[in-house]
């Protein structure tokens, strides 16, 4: 089947990609939707810009779309995206990388339906601990790039998370009470290697900024690339 994968820049939507090769999906492109604002109900904000780089890293072609960011408005531009992408691409269905938002998941399937698209959102109400585990001992390796909860510790922003990071971040998630894949807001991520990728992302530079008492984002400046060791 031709799809095209939903793609944030995240672990979520990376790993999805990741699925839909392994199971033979034809990914014809990528689709980023890029939100006018940081409160987006449905999309990925921080650093969306440089999911271009991990476009080119993977190889398959991206299309990115402006999206209001406003809530509802948002599906407008959703379906106006699919619209396209199906008829430049010849796309039958699309890959999300939804984990656990009834919200997201219920409104993708409710444009995908009305455009004509079959939905695949292979991670959907995967343990979410396990699913942490799995990212790294896979091959996926990223930074944290933002945070919205008490109990993550801002010196991970901007770090690429070995085992023991997501270890710490499984038991403050577990400790605080917030959700361990970080699906409900609690923060945001930019994979920098993953096993489809050609190549290494390495981020050069950075800022972390403080935006409120648990609130932080980190401002990606500069990537250059690394050829993978053999």
């Known amino acids: 089947m031709r799809v095209c994968s939903l793609f944030s820049g995240g672990k979520d939507s990376t790993y999805a990609l990741h699925w839909a090769v392994l199971k ?137 998370l070995g085992i023991n990071d997501i270890e710490e971040l499984i038991n403050f998630a577990l400790k605080y009470g917030f959700n361990p894949a970080l699906e409900g807001g609690e923060g945001e991520t930019f994979v920098v290697d993953a096993p489809l990728f050609r190549y290494e992302l390495v981020v050069e530079d950075g800022e972390a900024r403080r935006l409120g008492e648990y609130s932080w984002v980190y401002i990606i400046k500069s990537i250059k690339t690394k050829p993978k060791v053999q």
């Open 24 to 160: 033979g999906f034809n990914v014809a492109c990528l689709l980023t939707l890029r939100p006018g604002r940081t409160d987006s109900w449905m999309f990925h904000y921080p650093n969306i810009e440089w999911t271009k780089y991990q476009a080119e890293a993977l190889g398959i072609p991206q299309v990115i779309y402006y999206t209001s960011g406003v809530k509802d408005l948002e599906l407008i531009d959703l379906r106006n995206a699919l619209i396209n992408v199906k008829r430049d691409f010849g796309i039958e269905g699309i890959v999300t990388g939804a984990l656990l938002s009834d919200y997201q998941r219920m409104m993708i399937n409710i444009v995908a339906k009305d455009v004509d698209l079959r939905v695949y959102s292979p991670l959907w109400r995967k343990n979410q601990v396990n699913y942490l585990r799995d990212l790294y001992r896979h091959g996926f390796r990223f930074i944290l790039t933002s945070i919205s909860t008490m109990g993550l510790n801002p010196k991970l922003l901007g770090k690429v």
